[in-house]
């Protein structure tokens, strides 16, 4: 395999910018198809995210992005360009959202081939020129010293943290040239031109005897007659036949052929991609990234594991994680905080904090490891545990107002009271 090396400095990042994806059209499928999660986010069904037209997305939504993790996560996305091109330049986008547990990706690697069957001949990697803020960016970097290629394949995104939502791939280049074909059928005929040569000065030996000066001249008369008669019969029959012929056989069976194989033979061998995100050995990473944190018991080890396994409201509730009962067709589930929206935080039991300008969204389990900003949280510390959890997790009256940040509920018409967060800001007595 050829590397495609490029220079970090000509890397260009472009924010909320227009893509005309119409550079180089193409179709795409995946290695592994991604499964989504949460009610619709984060799949591509219908294979149009990357290469749809117009504005790059600027917020996440079930229609505009697709997510990459940094374990198991690699869909090997594969546009097919549909003729053979020369490529010059690649540009992806992708989407941040931090409140969601959503960052710039770290790192993307990306390979060229020229034949379906072949291995990939061309890689390329860019690992600088990504921003962090909120929104949509995209990063572009130069390949034009890759060969001709008709396959270029999404290989590996790996996110600057847990999670990254790519959203569109933008390839620039041209259709590669036509004439080379002919050129090169010509050069291998000129061989027969030169061996009739001899046939001529052989069949007539009166030309060499006229004159010495008359033998130069057989040449000459041989040439321009084979050129002009072998370009005009090689190029008008090569782009006739090639430009009719690519679209109508390619446009027909990109859809038919791609999305009956992909379908059958990638659902099987996904998990949701929630699952291989919380991999974490130690307890303050796996909180601090919104997943659930089983300490050691006798002969088991301890474990991390995503929210989403969570299948009872209670113990959903009580590891930090947000419970969604079920309605109509979707089933219930249990999700992290940090896939919260940073504006509905408060409102499902997380705490929304800000740090280096970003707002995220973490769960009160998170804090555990400090009770000042469990406290700043409003949420309920348990010092016998060392433990933070929701105020809504306390069901004493007594307890509830133990708490600095949380305060009693009265129940109405015989309904039992509630724990539930203080209102206002919270002055703390202790450091």
């Known amino acids: 395999m050829s590397n495609g090396p490029f220079s970090t400095a000509s890397v260009v990042e472009k924010s909320n910018r227009e893509l005309s994806v119409a550079s180089i059209p193409y179709t795409y499928t995946y290695g592994v198809t991604p499964q989504g999660c949460c009610g619709g986010y984060y799949d591509d069904p219908k294979l149009d995210i990357f290469n749809r037209k117009g504005n790059i997305p600027t917020y996440i939504s079930k229609t505009d992005g697709v997510e990459w993790n940094r374990v198991g996560a690699d869909y090997e996305l594969v546009a097919d360009l549909g003729d053979t091109h020369s490529i010059t330049e690649l540009k992806v986008s992708y989407i941040v959202n931090s409140g969601w547990g959503k960052y710039a990706p770290k790192s993307i690697t990306m390979k060229g081939k020229l034949s379906k069957d072949s291995d990939w001949t061309y890689e390329s990697t860019v690992s600088k020129g990504f921003a962090t803020g909120r929104g949509g960016h995209s990063v572009s970097w130069p390949v034009s010293n890759w060969g001709n290629v008709q396959y270029i394949q999404l290989s590996e995104v790996i996110p600057s943290r847990p999670n990254a939502v790519m959203s569109r791939l933008v390839v620039y280049g041209s259709k590669a040239p036509t004439t080379k074909s002919p050129s090169a059928s010509f050069s291998s005929k000129s061989p027969s ?37 072998a370009e005009p019969t090689e ?42 995100v919380c991999k974490f050995g130690k307890l303050k990473l796996c909180l601090t990234g919104g997943c659930i944190w089983t300490p050691e018991k006798r002969n088991k080890p301890a474990k991390c594991t995503p929210c989403s396994e969570e299948k009872k409201s209670k113990s959903c509730v009580k590891n930090g994680c947000v419970w969604k009962d079920a309605k109509g067709r979707k089933p219930a589930e249990c999700s992290a905080c940090a896939d919260q929206k940073t504006n509905q935080c408060s409102k499902k039991g997380c705490v929304k904090t800000e740090a280096k300008g970003e707002t995220t969204c973490t769960s009160c389990v998170s804090l ?30 007594k307890s509830c107002d133990e708490q600095k940040g949380c305060a009693w509920k009265p129940g109405k018409k015989g309904k039992k009271g509630t724990c539930d967060r203080k209102k206002g800001k919270i002055v703390l007595d202790f450091e």
């Open 193 to 229: 031109v030169s061996s009739k040569a001899p046939s001529f000065s052989s069949k007539s030996p009166s030309f060499s005897s006229k004159s010495p000066t008359e033998e130069p001249s057989n040449p000459p008369t041989l040439f321009p007659t084979e050129e002009p008669t």
């Open 235 to 276: 190029e008008p029959t090569a782009e006739p036949t090639e430009v009719p012929t690519a679209k109508p056989t390619e446009v027909p069976t990109a859809k038919p052929t791609e999305v009956p194989t992909v379908t059958p033979t990638d659902v099987p061998t996904v998990t949701p991609t929630e699952t291989p």
């Open 368 to 397: 555990s490891t400090s009770k000042t900003k469990c406290f700043q949280g409003k949420c309920a510390y348990d010092i016998k545990k060392k433990a933070c959890t929701t105020c809504g997790s306390v069901t004493k009256e």
